[in-house]
């Protein structure tokens, strides 16, 4: 069993939970790392790039040709439109979905003029709208590369902040302090914190992963999914939805970024039998607002 993976440290990671997940159930795989257009093309901030998907593509073209088995991605780098031979076949269960600030400045003494790092253009919409709220005019600054390269520029000055996921540093295991950036009104990105593995749809491979699957993290990336796509959605759009499973109920809170100035962002309660269709509701409700605003 050939598991592909990005080449990074934290890819890695990732991919050896998935592989001590399968050691439990009797399989020996084996990981093959590969770079992604993502990888490659660190010049750019990723709403530049070209296509969706940047960071998955190779990985589902070697997945198609048969060369790997197997491929584990953090979940929120899967774009919505897949190939349908495909299919997302196991999730873990999820680590902290949310947005942490590595600064020499707590988030509410930000300076004027404070340089923050971030590709994302969610994080830099909540970011200008949160400080602008305070009276403060931050300047953001674009930033790529791993985790660890990310962290030796802001140790080297040339940012006073970077926002990173917090999943990333707890897997990483890093000695950093940082804080983390609650949900309200930082609502991270849809399927932050996931890991998921996805195999050509119907094989043997797909079978024996839902044994690792687990299904109250399946349920969120579902919802989170749902409310994207009514929105629309991407790495040019500022959209974070963030859904977590409570009993028998589902706790949804989703951004929307306008402007520096304005953005809309809202909460629901949803039934769990229901979830997809109230979310629908839900997200034809806001992306009614989001085009009025």
Not at 32 to 58: N, W
Request: aromatic residues 4%; negative net charge; hydrophobic residues 35%.
């Amino acid at each position: 069993m050939i598991i592909g993976t990005r080449g990074s440290k934290l890819a890695i990671l990732q991919t050896e939970k998935v592989c001590e997940r399968l050691k439990e159930l009797g399989y020996e795989p084996t990981i093959k790392t590969v770079r992604s257009l993502g990888d490659v093309r660190t010049d750019r901030g990723l709403y530049e790039m070209p296509e969706k998907g940047v960071f998955v593509k190779k990985l589902d073209m070697l997945l198609l040709e048969g060369k790997i088995d197997l491929a584990v991605h953090s979940m929120k780098d899967i774009p919505l439109e897949r190939d349908e031979r495909l299919e997302t076949s196991a999730v873990l269960p999820r680590d902290s979905p949310y947005d942490a600030l590595v600064s020499q400045y707590r988030l509410d003494d930000m300076p004027d003029g404070a340089i923050i790092g971030t590709s994302s253009v969610r994080r830099k919409f909540q970011i200008l709208n949160y400080t602008a709220e305070k009276g403060v005019k931050v300047r953001i600054k674009d930033i790529r590369g791993n985790v660890d390269t990310r962290i030796k520029k802001f140790r080297r000055g040339e940012y006073d902040g970077i926002i990173l996921a917090e999943a990333g540093l707890e897997r990483l295991g890093l000695d950093i302090e940082y804080e983390r950036l609650d949900c309200d009104p930082f609502v991270p990105s849809p399927n932050q914190g996931i890991i998921a593995v996805v195999t050509r749809k119907g094989s043997d491979e797909s079978e024996i992963l839902n044994a690792i699957d687990d299904p109250d993290t399946r349920i969120e990336a579902e919802v989170e999914n749902e409310v994207l796509e009514v929105i629309g959605g991407g790495c040019a759009l500022p959209v974070g939805v963030h859904a977590k499973v409570s009993e028998d109920k589902i706790v949804l809170a989703v951004y929307v970024g306008i402007s520096r100035e304005k953005h809309v962002l809202e909460n629901a309660l949803l039934s769990k039998d229901k979830r997809l269709e109230e979310a629908r509701e839900f997200a034809s409700a806001l992306s009614i607002e989001k085009t009025l605003g």
